[in-house]
């Protein structure tokens, strides 16, 4: 099974930011850990600070390279309408998930616009949230 | 390990209500299969159609006889504040879990008043949401 | 034919409650009422306080004993989204009816959040209202 | 017993007009249907695609002329201000009335700027909602 | 004297829930104390998690049983208007008490839907408040 | 000095509506009153229950007919847009009167969507309103 | 019959102030004029850039001291309920004058506090405004 | 090829009418060249300041009498969905022009009622709007 | 103990503004009853129309002149952020006190910008309520 | 002339993105044609699914290197201010494309924030819209 | 160069008030360390807690007595639309100042009425922000 | 001291833009006055039209590459949460500065969504902006 493992902006700098609110984990830690705990997915990896490369990487994943997606668009759950576009446009199923509950920080974290045309969304599990997306996708197949 | 798993209004009906929404499994079907799945540990499960007797499970949770909550609240999601101030007396992890994707229905559904006191919430997944949940309970401890 | 006429909170005082505005029958004068009237009927008359006891009585028209019901939800009406995924399970026409006229009163009461997922809606009409209701559920059969 | 029955905009192509929403029946047969059904009555069946006219006709009953009034105000409904303060200057009872259950359509049909000045509302039962109204009227004398 | 004091949900767990918001004191220690200290009132005491046990309540306090209420909706504060309903329909003054300054909090708590039809609103002074109210009831009669 | 008085619907009937709302005296009272009282001015004096017809007496103000316009839009205040542009495209004043005090009513009836391309408001002096507007005019000249 | 003529915060320097929109009038000519042209009126004119002032003379006038008053509020009509309270005592006609239509500037100058408990409202006239006011109080007299 | 350019309120003194907005040229004009430069198509020219005869247009297009309609509804664009209703039932393409370039001005014009049911939408190109929506019709049969 | 009891806008007049909403008692009846009833508190009583003496006395509060604050802030409550700002400088409880219920007149009455920094509010119980949180303080103490 | 044409995010997977939405037509496709059919015009053919290189390439419009723009924003018409900003710095017309009715699906779709600096709008007509825009412009010159 | 530095409400306790907010600088250390600083510039230094003086002071500086004006209008900021007419008459820079991140705090403090007719905003730094607004005004001249 | 100073979309043609709003200096001018006057200081002068590399940026000034940052984040500020988040994951001070006064002008530029996690803000004094952030800056240290 390929499964893509997308990650939107900040997501690189985790494990320095915020550790308070993110944790100390890195995002290098949890596909490490990911990797080794489900050898038997084919990982597609990405992180970006910018939309387009985003766009990109789902549009690659449309064209027959995945099997799933998780995608942890960061603040660009929030208002990037085009990732939800490029999310549409998919026919795997796209799991959105958060580190953190966005349900118990500020008002406008509470608010995604990608998470319509997703099959489903996590969020307030830290790290193991990917994990439990992969669970299901493997289960899935 | 001692887990609550609570489900509020029209859950009782699951597998005859609405079957293109919600599918055919019953909520016996997904008790049944999970106790087996899960045979280490020993779940509390618990259906009602009123506030009331939900705001005493969560009680009874909070007095030492659970080690985490699984909470669909069904359509009291949207309004109960009542259950929200239940689950915030909790001081163990609750999870609020969904079987169809909230975001991508009726407007009215995207607002929970409860997942801001919750651990995370869990949607979209089908039956298998309440499994997630469980499995990352069962890591934590 | 058999009719479900489901009544919510603080209709079991109608007729001493704000009479100015409810007037002085009781609900048990409206059903002795509609009995004699529509003797080859077969109603079940039902009145409740709390959300529980109304879904369970849906449920239970779901499972085939009614072919047709008539709600005046009261103050669920307005927030009882559990009420109202009651409702959109039924296979029978449900109407909405409500003794005053909602729209002319505070501004709270012109929202319903069941009437989306009814037949039809009647108000304002006084104790008439049941009647009307139950005289196009007659003439469909 | 005069009654009048006013009907708004885009009624007079009841039954070619989106058939699948509307249904087949015209307006003139559901008069026709009306005036044999309830022969006692005399009525007053009147259609226009323009405010003026139906206001006109408003305070025609107005000035004794009727008895009561049913008026389905169309789209009318959500925005003609103008039309409602002619039903508030009425004496008699007016009862609004909705082919379709506006509650289950756009969000714009929810809203209605006459119905705090009428009677009542009867929405949802197709032509059968006009008899309704008219034997409400009925009893009434 | 006679005085009805009805708590809505959560109440029960007064002393036990969030002790830094609410305090250590539980209702069985508030009634306590009251008893003594207003040994001339005839108090019936009640809490429920459920609107309908509350809603019967009021209902009985209705019929003369009982010369002045005060009320502590708990969240049911925020969205029962069935509850407002029932207090609406009370001949006898009813007094709305919060243990917290719900204005110091969050935002949908400083909305009452049953403020409106009450006599007056006392917030912020702990178990006192109980104490005012009855104060205030006392000096009526 | 040559001035239109143009008032929209349901005016005819003022003198019968709502008297305790609108007062007993007729459109015509006023139109009487105002010629006998104006006599230097040379009035075109008009009514209409409809759009159409008033858009058209702007349109013939427009035209250099008139110095200056008076208008009492009724409820078409609260949404006729096409009333306003019509206002807009006259180059001499048009002043917006209401007999009543707008503020003092209805929430809806304090929304003009005339009055920002018009040379002023008066509301709430009765029949006065008409003859201070044509004070203005007159001194303007 | 004596009038109040009062005046809120920047009518000290009307004249000198945004004179584009306001014009070179200062309020002490509008005064002198006034005085001339209603030789009959007895007036006592007050302005004040503070609330406390205007509400005092406004209590002044409640004692019995006027026949009417006309207030133009200033900024105050936005927000100054302390000015509506204090107008709403008073048991004499008050009229709120605006210099500017103030529909046509921006969107905060269309909402007035005041307004709902004044008499009537001139908006849009520049000094007319405060003739036409007190032409209206005299007339009735 | 059948066409009809339904025009509404206020189009008819195009050209006189705020010549800074909408331009000198007449809708005369537009119809003028229109007709010389589509030879090909037969045109039903309409324009109308009420919103009925512009409803039996479109109802007189939906017989058959036209094989695309171009509309200009002017200001009814803002609220009339009486129009709205009347395009919905057509089942030809429909397409909204506006001369100006609506999201350039009032908040007000940005808003559509008719919009969602029409075919698309041409705005900010004066007169060749029409021409272009003509051109798209003409390459559709 | 040192109490000062701070009354807003209008006040002064209590009594003789409109007294079938605020009863006929003065503002000086209710402060000497006050002084004879709790003769043990050094009462400093105080009422203005404008914001800055109110600050001021509470500014003179926050110096250690007081051990409490009562304040009825009158229509300041709805919008005066700057005495909410003095009222939240000070370390001693202050209490906001309103003779009516708020929650049962208009709408804008609901809000208090300064209730979020006091200690608690009373509502609705007339001259009484000054009492009730007298009584509060004094058992702090 | 030369003619820049715009395309935003997921316009590169146009014919593959959900068709029935869509259609099948690639944009490469609507390049090559519209090459051919307007073989005059020197078209400088441009899509990125991110801001900064579609910002860019207005600015290369800007600096004298295209007589119009046509753009069809996608995505980023409902959020991308930057965009907005980069238009309105341009001195030659830009014309906003869209395939789709935005108007007809939705809610987010209907706002734009470009709009407003754009010389005009073209939506609902899918690759013929790039047409008309064209043609537009060949006209002005 | 001559300037005025005017205070709102409640800075005449800085230092004193909330001083993990706002510091312990007083406003006086903030004037007498700038008068040293810009010994050069010739300061008029004023503080009110009631709007009225604070509007005399900047009409004062309007009829010529200043080159520019440094105003922190504490909470008035937020409402004082009579504050905002003062400073838009003005013909000399006005800057609005604020000690705190006004962004940082409450939702109200986000909003000044102010702000839009001065000739910027400094916020968050401080007594800097005044030192960094005569820094500015110093090199206009 | 090290500074970086960072600069949003459409900042590279500044000068060129708009210069009867943002005036005809160009950010290379700013940027060369600045390093000539405050020598003492380590700038890193930055500026992009797209989202990534202005994170990327501030993720580099997080890493200890500097000790304050200057942004001026253009038409990103009204929508950026990504950019929000990345300021909010620094430890040194970043200051928000803007050109223009974006209170004075569209509605939407008074908004910024990453103000709240600033030191502060400075909006209106055009280039002078980033000079008035530079000396605080340099004052700090």
């Keep these: 099974m390929r499964i893509f493992i997308l990650n939107g902006p900040n997501l690189d700098i985790l494990g320095k930011r915020e550790p308070e609110v993110y944790g100390k984990t890195t995002l290098w830690d949890i596909e490490n850990r990911m990797k080794q705990k489900y050898s038997q997915v084919q990982f597609e990896w990405f992180q970006s600070n910018s939309e387009g490369p985003l766009i990109d990487a789902l549009h690659k994943a449309m064209g027959g390279a995945a099997d799933g997606v998780v995608i942890n668009p960061g603040a660009f759950t929030h208002y990037s309408y085009a990732l939800r576009d490029a999310v549409a446009a998919l026919n795997v199923p796209v799991i959105e998930v958060h580190l ?30 990917y994990e439990l997306a992969v669970e299901w996708l493997l289960q899935q197949n």
């Design 100 to 129: 953190t509950n966005v349900h118990a920080r500020e008002e406008f974290r509470r608010k995604s616009v990608i998470a319509p045309v997703c099959k489903g969304v996590i969020a307030g599990f830290g790290p193991r949230g």
